[in-house]
């Protein structure tokens, strides 16, 4: 009997050997993707910070805000709604490229801690604080290593937090004021 033309015997080895050609290809081509491709670094945008306080506070809302950012550090966003009190929050990047959070909010303190440290975050010993908003602070820490440092103001809470080192959440917190700032 004659087979008939155009049909050719397929076995489970030339299969496999055909699979294995084309996962050859396909991890040859994303090494060489890999390896000629340019990845932009994408460096954060700073913001002006200070032009959105005076404004802020030129409507006669009080907002807790440094009175100078150290060298270095840029700030990145800006929130604020005309609440009462009123929300407001500002993220920075300081010199070395981490992140510090400064939130002034009437939330519940457990509800702050979950949106802005973690679910979990521990307790730690109170922290005294210099400067115009100085005065007890609580602390807490969260199991990956961030920070907050909150302070109850009666009508709401203002927390400073984030990824850097409790002492530099401490340094900034000590320059948080209330007074007018002037561009």
């Not at 270095?72 to 604020?80: H, S, Y």
Request: net charge negative.
């Amino acid at each position: 009997m004659s087979q008939s033309p155009g049909r050719y015997q397929t076995s489970m080895a030339g299969m496999v050997g055909a699979m294995i050609v084309l996962v050859g290809c396909v991890i040859a081509f994303v090494v060489f993707r890999e390896t000629t491709r340019d990845v932009p670094e994408l460096e954060p945008e700073a913001i002006d910070w200070t032009t959105a306080v005076v404004s802020i506070q030129s409507q006669g809302h009080e907002v807790a805000h440094p009175a100078e950012l150290q060298d270095g550090w840029i700030a990145t966003t800006i929130e604020f709604l005309p609440t009462e009190p009123v929300t407001f929050g500002l993220n920075l990047l300081t010199d070395e490229g981490r992140f510090v959070g400064l939130r002034q909010e009437d939330q519940r303190l457990e509800d702050l801690l979950e949106t802005f440290v973690d679910d979990e975050a521990v307790e730690g010993d109170a922290v005294q604080i210099e400067g115009d908003l100085g005065g007890e602070w609580q602390s807490f820490e969260d199991e990956g290593g961030d920070t907050a440092l909150v302070l109850d103001r009666k009508d709401h809470y203002l927390m400073v937090f984030g990824s850097a080192d409790e002492d530099v959440l401490v340094d900034f917190a000590s320059t948080l004021t209330l007074a007018d700032l002037q561009e």
